[in-house]
Nanobody, 124 residues
Framework: HVQLVESGGGLVQAGGSLRLSCAASGRTFITYAKAWFRQVPGKEREFVAAINWIGAITYYADSVEGRFTISRDNAKDTAYLQMDSLKPEDTAVYYC?????????????????WGRGTQVTVSS
């Protein structure tokens, strides 16, 4: 059964904003590091941002640094990705991931749990 559920994707014009959410379902991920990855057809899954369980450590891909913000609300067991100044090249399926690790990872192999993804499309 699905344990991480993404929402908030959609169609937006370049320069616009979206906020993605990643909610836990069926189990708790409060003490887990969480991350966002994205993937376009024919390409490998790409790291976007990651956060440790307490929210004190965050990592970003160079391509989104300064435009995207990862955060979490452990009371709701939910992670967020605020995406501002969106560009057409941000178009992808965005996936939430979680893992019981101290330091967030920038690689897909560092995460044991995944959601099914949410589509983000940025028009020019």
């Amino acid at each position: 059964h699905v344990q991480l559920v993404e929402s908030g994707g959609g169609l937006v014009q370049a320069g616009g904003s979206l906020r993605l959410s990643c909610a836990a379902s069926g189990r708790t991920f409060i003490t887990y590091a969480k991350a966002w990855f994205r993937q376009v057809p024919g390409k490998e899954r790409e790291f976007v941002a990651a956060i440790n369980w307490i929210g004190a450590i965050t990592y970003y891909a160079d391509s989104v640094e300064g435009r995207f913000t990862i955060s979490r609300d452990n009371a709701k067991d939910t992670a967020y990705l605020q995406m501002d100044s969106l560009k057409p090249e941000d178009t992808a399926v965005y996936y939430c991931a979680a893992d019981q690790r101290t330091w967030p990872s920038r690689t897909p192999g560092g995460y044991a749990y995944w959601g099914r993804g949410t589509q983000v499309t940025v028009s020019s």
